[in-house]
């Protein structure tokens, strides 16, 4: 998978999906319309019926869908984490000790290390015995990994992590950002059918012995007419409102499922490519399948959230007709062509394997710090390019680098918080020979950091934020390694917390980021090589790698500052993926004036690239390639 041509194939699928929409909210409104033409007495082929009360009946559609987006935006105000805790799910603490959600960590941090975005919060649905998992968030920093109880005591190391794959390639291609932004859309139409199948579950409980004896306020009271009981006509109105809403729920679920029913079987061939255990998969559909409830969840807010899942999340006439997933028993056959067709059992029960120990025993040692390495130039074509398990072995080896000191800083909200200074200050001033730590050392912490990073309050993110800059200033010149990595915790909080929005696309050309792409040439240059005749070298190199007459190259910035820097990266936010791909590969070339480029570099450009809101995965270490 190429990290930046799936992502472009992300965004362009937007604007299809976006005309899509505008269809599917038209005809709500129309078919509304015409049930109001036919309440009012009128007739559906008359002209003057329909123009009679078309003044009511579509200002009414529109505000209903409206008011539903309204709400469901509200809603999901704190991103991916509103989803899993609407279904029930509680947040995995780094720190826990339970062997269940120490393998399920362990596995979602390596497969971010290998991916190269930060490791995404993770939640458990407590309530759900099926086998299922999703992510949800508008960007990696934001992004929430959620899976189903069923899944952790069912599946074994290796199926557990082929279903982690699946969901991570739906986060490196872009799908994650795309299904998550057209959530409150999708939402929004059902609003009605959501809004009344609630009204029916209330009104039904109140009735409910058990409901009453734990809430006694739902008693019956005395009125004058007779006795009444708190919520009897909710069940009346909410199915009123389910009636009507079931015209929204069939351009909801037709929607839902050309958000996301195609790109499933891609995922699943991803995620084999990923782990190279095409036999986990399978074994994990076919559990799923050979289940009595299958992937379906119990939570009755699972049809609006469905298109986010693993599998098929809910059930009922208009998930039947119109699916968000392909059928398991396809998917398992492209995977498994000779499949004889029988499904798996499995028992709910978790034991240890191998592989786990590790992960359950906390390690007393001091593992080696990894000495900096050199690069060829030629994994400028590695960047974004196909991963697999070579780049989960390594993320692997690289976590085991780490000392124990330093992996325990980020189990707690007081150590993040230190952790992050302590990368921000000069190497001789950092506790904890922090200033020893190799560069993919550094960015390796800091994406560990950061689901304990996000949970910090907005005041706490701005002191942070202000002591960060402190740090990196101090001194008479600014390291821009430690600046990036300042830069990258603001905008990755920033995005977390939802103080500010990832940018939208608006440069798709290489010259109308002419100037910036200057400015970043000229800094590769500037830092990756010791003299003025091997920096032109390294300018020149960059510019090689993109499609300009090398004639007429721009002249270099001397001196590129800060200011230059931040504005062209956020100009570079803004730029298409595959435009920051060529950029970023032709940055490894500025940053050498010779066929090998160091780690501190290289990691510089995957700084670079994170701040441009194009994370990307390591690329392979020299004995590997």
Sequence with gaps: MDLFISQEDARQRTGGLVSLLVLVIFGVVFVLHCIGVFLSGGAIGSVEDHWRVAPITFPLAVGLVAIGVIARVYALREGGASI?????GYRVHPSTLDPRERRLLSLVENLAMASGIPVPEVWILQDEQCINAFVAGNDPSRAVLG???GALERLTRDELQAVLAHE???ILSGEMSLNFSLLAWVQGILFLTSLGSSMIRTGFDSENPEHKAKNPQSKRVETRQGTNTEGESLPILGL??????????IFGRVFQGAICREREVYAD????????????MVRALKKMAGMENGSLLMSPNASQVGHLFFGQAAVGIFSWLFPTHPAVEDRIRLLEPDWSGDFLKSAMEFRLEDGDVSEVVVDSGFPRIVQPLTYRIAVADQLGASFGPTQLIQAGMALHSLRKEWKGLTLTKVGVRKLALELCKPPKMAELELGQATPSQSLLLLDMAMPLLRRMSPEDYWSLIKQCRREVHRGEEVDVFRFMIAHVISQRLGIALGLRDPLPVCYEELPSVWEDVRVLFSLMAQIGSPTPSSRMIGYSNAWSRLPVNMESLPPQIDEVTLSQLVGALRNFEQASPTLKGVILGALVLGGSYSEEIRERELVLVRLLGDAMGAPTPPVLRPNAA
């Excluded at 899993?84 to 029930?88: I, N, P, R, S, T």
């Excluded at 009123?240 to 729920?249: N, P």
Aim: proline share 3%; no cysteine.
């Design 240 to 249: 009123i409102l389910v009636m009507i809403g079931s015209i929204f729920s």
């Design 168 to 170: 991570f390639s739906h």
């Design 84 to 88: 899993a805790a609407e279904l029930g």
């Design 147 to 149: 899976i189903t109880l």
């Design 269 to 280: 061939a991803s995620a084999v490519g990923f782990t190279n255990n095409a036999p986990a």
